[in-house]
């Protein structure tokens, strides 16, 4: 549903996003993710208010939530308040001192010369710090596979298939999970 949420959102339909995102919460009002989604759908919607009050119920339950800081760091910037705004970037500074994708990229370049197993640890620390990030878990499990793993990688698999946030991406990841699930036989 926080992935239902999450497509018709980029699709620009903020009210129907909300419903799904609140019918996730209502499944499962320990999922986190969807109590962010939310916050970008109020944030979208122009409701700051309600953004930063979904984003401090992630952030009471996980202070380290870097996806919860970075929003936070936003709306705080809607509405207003910088000096709040530089106390939370502050934060997200603390837990994430490299930019975006900077292990992602490493990672790549690892794969690409080979080394399996330092592509395997840097993708690791991405999914440490974004593990909602459905390519992040595919690379990690690509990497697991390259090294033998192949447990490890159907697990990454399928947390690459869960994150997922449209249809055809959990399609190409129910394929390769398939195929992979098949050569273990």
């Known amino acids: 549903m926080n992935n239902r949420a999450a497509e018709v959102l980029v699709q620009g339909r903020a009210r129907e996003a909300y419903w799904w995102a609140r019918e996730a919460i209502i499944q499962d009002p320990q999922y986190l993710a969807a109590?962010?989604?939310?916050?970008v759908i109020?944030?979208?919607?122009?409701?700051?208010a309600l953004a930063e009050s979904s984003l401090r119920h992630i952030l009471q339950r996980e202070s380290s939530n870097v996806q919860a800081l970075s929003n936070m760091v936003t709306v705080l910037g809607?509405?207003?308040?910088?000096?709040e705004q530089t106390e939370f970037a502050a934060a997200l500074k603390r837990y994430m001192p490299y930019e975006p994708y900077y292990f992602f990229r490493q990672g790549e370049l690892a794969m690409q010369q080979k080394q399996f197993a330092l592509a395997r640890d840097l993708f690791a620390r991405e999914v440490n710090r974004q593990p909602y990030n459905h390519e992040f878990q595919f690379w990690l499990a690509v990497a697991h596979v390259e090294l033998g793993e192949k447990a490890k990688a159907l697990k990454h698999l399928s947390l690459a298939f869960e994150t997922s946030t449209t249809i055809k991406e959990q399609g190409l990841y129910a394929v390769k999970l398939e195929k992979l699930r098949a050569s273990r036989n």
């Open 42 to 48: 109020y944030r979208r919607s122009g409701h700051f």
């Open 35 to 39: 109590y962010n989604t939310l916050a």
């Open 78 to 83: 809607d509405l207003g308040r910088t000096a």
